[in-house]
């Protein structure tokens, strides 16, 4: 059964091109609202904690060593249906093939540069929520 929370990141590149503002607009917009945010910026250590499902990839050293590289904007987000419609509204993965108006489509720079990170399933937005915020943090 889904649940209606997700967890997403503002990536470093989207952050460094000032499109906070723009990206929660549309999250905002899409209808989600926001649990728990903060503006922080990963350590090595950390982004490669977060990450460490991908530790066997051939990407995972450069993925620990972007995300690492600047501020970074986490969320945690509910609606109904919250990971299935957050996944549609930010898009491919790839920005080239991302459907017109989505966040990649808008805003992303390549398939490495995204400018969001979406949680995949329930199990992994509960994780990464988790992975940032204390009970405490969400309201």
Known sequence: MATN???????????????????LAKIN???FRIVAMKY????PEAAGKFYEVHKARPFYGE???YMSSGAIVAA?????????DFRKLIGATDPAKAEPGTI??????SIAAN????????ENADAEGNFFFAG???F
């Open 115 to 122: 400018a969001v990170h979406g949680s995949d399933s329930d």
């Open 104 to 109: 990649r489509n808008l805003f992303a720079k």
């Open 63 to 65: 993925l620990v060593e």
């Open 136 to 138: 405490s943090e969400r």
């Open 5 to 23: 929370r997700t967890f997403t990141m503002i990536k470093p590149d989207a952050v460094g091109n000032n499109y906070i503002g723009p990206i």
């Open 29 to 31: 917009e899409a209808g």
């Open 76 to 84: 945690i987000l509910e609606k109904d249906n919250a990971v299935a």
């Open 40 to 43: 922080t910026k990963l350590s």
